[in-house]
Nanobody, 114 residues
């Protein structure tokens, strides 16, 4: 079945960086666009950004543009989220999913705090 395993989260100070990974299985990864979402405490899940199946097209939510970069390695069925210049408002559980998919993973917690 379709499965996503997110990793790489943790506690980081404001201005710091983290790199999240999303290992996917159960579908043809190289044929699928992929998406990152996040959910902050007490808030609804929100779209962070997406990447086309070949990795040549990316889109980002306005608040992360210029700070976050999405990439993918189709040979490893893995997507990445490089997060730089982190802010306290980036604190959330981060999830990945295939475009149009419905099977969520457990996510990885990112906490930005001094």
């Amino acid at each position: 079945q379709v499965r996503f395993v997110e990793s790489g989260g943790g506690l980081v100070q404001p201005g710091g960086s983290l790199r999240l990974s999303c290992a996917a299985s159960g579908f043809t990864f190289s044929n699928s666009g992929m998406v990152w979402y996040r959910q902050a405490p007490g808030k609804e899940r929100e779209w962070v950004g997406s990447i086309g199946n070949r990795g040549d097209v990316t889109n980002y939510e306005d608040s992360v543009k210029g700070r976050f970069t999405i990439s993918r390695d189709n040979a490893k069925s893995t997507m990445y989220l490089q997060m730089n210049s982190l802010k306290p408002e980036d604190t959330a559980v981060y999830y990945c999913i295939n475009l149009g998919g419905s099977a969520w993973g457990q996510g990885t917690q990112v906490t930005v705090s001094s």
